[in-house]
T-cell receptor, first 116, second 112 residues
Framework: DVKVTQSSRYLVKRTGEKVFLECVQDMDHENMFWYRQDPGLGLRLIYFSYDVKMKEKGDIPEGYSVSREKKERFSLILESASTNQTSMYLC???????????????FGEGSRLTVL | GEDVEQSLFLSVREGDSSVINCTYTDSSSTYLYWYKQEPGAGLQLLTYIFSNMDMKQDQRLTVLLNKKDKHLSLRIADTQTGDSAIYFCAEANSGGYQKVTFGTGTKLQVIP
């Protein structure tokens, strides 16, 4: 069964703390994504990566960074957490099947972060 | 940039049909998707349609695409309580880095 695993389902952090959100996929997918989900705003893309050590900014990268040292792992880093980063964070992966993009994203269950 | 819009909420009675609507702005969209998110879970792909198609049917699901109006709809026949979830419309084009843009999501409530 294909799987995207996010290390923490729930986190509570204080303003100014450094936060790491980890995501691992076991499908040998080339592409990995970090989204945040907020009520009424849907999913917004923070960063994505199409290869090891490669990263691209999404629509809302400010205040975030990412790391992809291995193909299966994509980490989201909040260098100094702020209250407006309280949100649900969703990791996803996708494959370039036979060179063609199908667009199907496989999602983890999400990490709900609260910043106090 | 790309924009995808949906109404936020829909309530239907069990056994009725549900129709969830979506509009998008990117005329170069190649793929259009419907994802489902059940409570406490991530999103799962429900169905998709290529931009050169008008309609796709998959069991109780019917997807209609009006490319001229950039309008996508999802019809669920004989809606069941297990269909209660948030439904996201999404679009992508075949260029660039395969970026998928999501709508705001429509919360479907099915009343027994």
């Amino acid at each position: 069964d294909v799987k995207v695993t996010q290390s923490s389902r729930y986190l509570v952090k204080r303003t100014g703390e450094k936060v790491f959100l980890e995501c691992v996929q076991d499908m040998d997918h080339e592409n990995m994504f970090w989204y945040r989900q907020d009520p009424g705003l849907g999913l917004r893309l923070i960063y994505f990566s199409y290869d090891v050590k490669m990263k691209e900014k999404g629509d809302i990268p400010e205040g975030y960074s990412v790391s992809r040292e291995k193909k299966e792992r994509f980490s989201l880093i909040l260098e100094s957490a702020s209250t407006n980063q309280t949100s649900m964070y969703l990791c996803a992966s996708s494959s370039i099947a036979g060179g063609a993009f199908t667009g199907e994203l496989f999602f983890g269950e999400g990490s709900r972060l609260t910043v106090l | 940039g790309e924009d995808v819009e949906q109404s936020l909420f829909l309530s239907v009675r069990e056994g009725d049909s549900s129709v969830i609507n979506c509009t998008y702005t990117d005329s170069s969209s190649t793929y259009l998707y419907w994802y489902k998110q059940e409570p406490g879970a991530g999103l799962q792909l429900l169905t998709y349609i290529f931009s050169n198609m008008d309609m796709k049917q998959d069991q109780r699901l019917t997807v209609l695409l009006n490319k001229k109006d950039k309008h996508l709809s999802l019809r669920i026949a004989d809606t069941q309580t297990g269909d209660s979830a948030i439904y996201f419309c999404a679009e992508a084009n075949s260029g660039g880095y395969q970026k998928v843009t999501f709508g705001t999501g429509t919360k479907l409530q099915v009343i027994p």
